[in-house]
């Protein structure tokens, strides 16, 4: 079944305990994508990759870093998380030449205390 | 920057019309799209307008004016199951999003 898969669903932390949400397709599609989801806010782009080693800041990547090792996953991570980065989060992919189809993972929400 | 600006709620009678209207600023354009996320799920695809005019599948059309920075998302037929948040999204690789329209639609 082509799918995103995000690891943890739901995550309750404590300010400043680095910790990393996983992202992974097996639709070998090469763009993927962060996004928060706040009340009010809609949906941030965090940020986006287009390929194995290429990333690229979206509208609110302050306080988050990715990596694109593998085509199949996008790790965010977060290295002292604050309670403002408590929000939901959702990871995407896409083929390249059809960015705008994108597929979302099942989301993270995540309490940062 | 991007500057995307959608009504926050609407409702409709089953068996209705409903246009949700988008308007945008951009620095940039190259496409805007709409998205439907029903309550605790993850948002799914759409429609996609690059060209001005309409685009139609199925129950929902989706049109663009470029020149007016201006969209809307028309569902016909309204069934319950459309009850939902509507996002409209501009550009491209970098993405932007407008907050959403929550439609709801009453028997």
């Known amino acids: 079944e082509a799918q995103v898969t995000q690891n943890p669903r739901y995550l309750i932390t404590v300010t400043g305990k680095k910790l990393t949400v996983t992202c992974s397709q097996n639709?070998?599609?090469?763009?993927m994508s962060w996004y928060r989801q706040d009340p009010g806010l809609g949906l941030r782009q965090i940020y986006y990759?287009?390929?194995?080693?290429?990333?690229d800041k979206g509208d609110v990547p302050e306080g988050y870093k990715v990596s694109r090792k593998e085509k199949r996953n996008f790790p965010l991570i977060l290295e002292s998380p604050s309670p403002n980065q408590t929000s939901l989060y959702f990871c995407?992919?896409?083929?390249?030449?059809?960015?705008?189809?994108?597929?979302f993972g099942p989301g993270t929400r995540l309490t940062v205390l | 920057g991007q500057n995307i600006d959608q009504p926050t709620e609407m409702t409709a009678t089953e068996g209705a019309i409903v246009q949700i209207n988008c308007t945008y600023q951009t620095s940039g354009f190259n496409g805007l799209f709409w998205y439907q996320q029903h309550a605790g799920e993850a948002p799914t695809f759409l429609s996609y307008n690059v060209l001005d005019g309409l685009e139609e599948k199925g129950r929902f059309s989706s049109f663009l004016s470029r020149s007016k920075g201006y969209s809307y998302l028309l569902l016909k037929e309204l069934q319950m199951k459309d009850s939902a948040s509507y996002l409209c999204a501009v550009n491209d690789y970098k993405l932007s999003f407008g907050a959403g329209t929550t439609v709801t639609v009453r028997a």
């Open positions: 995407a992919s896409s083929p390249l030449d059809r960015y705008y189809t994108q597929y």
């Open positions: 639709m070998n599609h090469e763009y």
């Open positions: 990759s287009m390929n194995v080693e290429v990333t």
